[in-house]
T-cell receptor, first 114, second 114 residues
């Protein structure tokens, strides 16, 4: 069964360092999402791609976060510099079409900023 | 902005007990409704979804949910839980006017005691 892949699964970093997370969506899925899930809360959308284009990054803190999906397949989310408040689970999801009737989630990357 | 409320933060049950988790949303138009589950150490996966039609929706693993439009509710139920139902459960909503972006509730942790 096809799955969304994410790496690394866990990342510990010190504040002010740069971190990057990678996501490989299910093959053929045009829409890719990055979510942040703070402990005790539900996932919140950071950025949505349709193919290689960003369709929504209104909740992405653009002063320190960036996301790209250069060839419309896999994607990278970067934080530079990391802050203590960035400690969270970062989830990637994909959907076969823009209307997210169902999103398929990856295992997430647990980020701890010290 | 729409919001999703899950009434219980943590529910503890014994095996064979019945489970009901509450979910209310604030948006007044036509919505799509979802319940996702996250088992310990695993990624988010879809339990069930409602788009239209019969308001009583059956999902995987014996779960069902009932959409009550007048109450803006989409409660999740299972008549008899098993130890393996221990997980975190998230209600989510999307609709056409926000480009079908998923809004999640804060989640309910369910612990089933053997």
């Amino acid at each position: 069964e096809a799955e969304v892949a994410q790496s690394p699964r866990y990342k510990i970093t010190e504040k002010s360092q740069a971190v990057a997370f990678w996501c490989d969506p299910i093959s053929g899925h045009a829409t890719l999402y990055w979510y942040r899930q703070i402990l005790g809360q539900g996932p919140e959308l950071l950025v949505q791609f349709q193919d290689e284009s960003v369709v929504d990054d209104s909740q992405l803190p653009k002063d320190r976060f960036s996301a790209e999906r250069l060839k419309g397949v896999d994607s990278t989310l970067k934080i530079q510099p990391a802050e203590l408040g960035d400690s969270a689970m970062y989830l990637c999801a994909s959907s076969p079409r823009e209307i997210s009737n169902e999103q398929f989630f990856g295992p997430g990357t647990r980020l701890t900023v010290l | 902005a729409q919001s999703v409320s899950q009434h219980n933060h943590h529910v503890i049950l014994s095996e064979a007990a019945s489970l009901e988790l509450g979910c209310n949303y604030s948006y007044g138009g036509t919505v799509n409704l979802f319940w996702y589950v996250q088992y310990p150490g695993q990624h988010l996966q879809l339990l069930l979804k409602y788009f239209s039609g019969d308001p009583l929706v059956k999902g995987i693993k014996g779960f069902e949910a009932e959409f009550i439009k007048s109450k803006f509710s989409f409660n999740l139920r299972k008549p008899s839980v098993q130890w393996s139902d221990t997980a975190e459960y998230f209600c989510a909503v999307n609709h056409r006017s926000n480009d079908y972006k998923l809004s999640f509730g804060a989640g309910t942790t369910v612990t089933v005691r053997a």
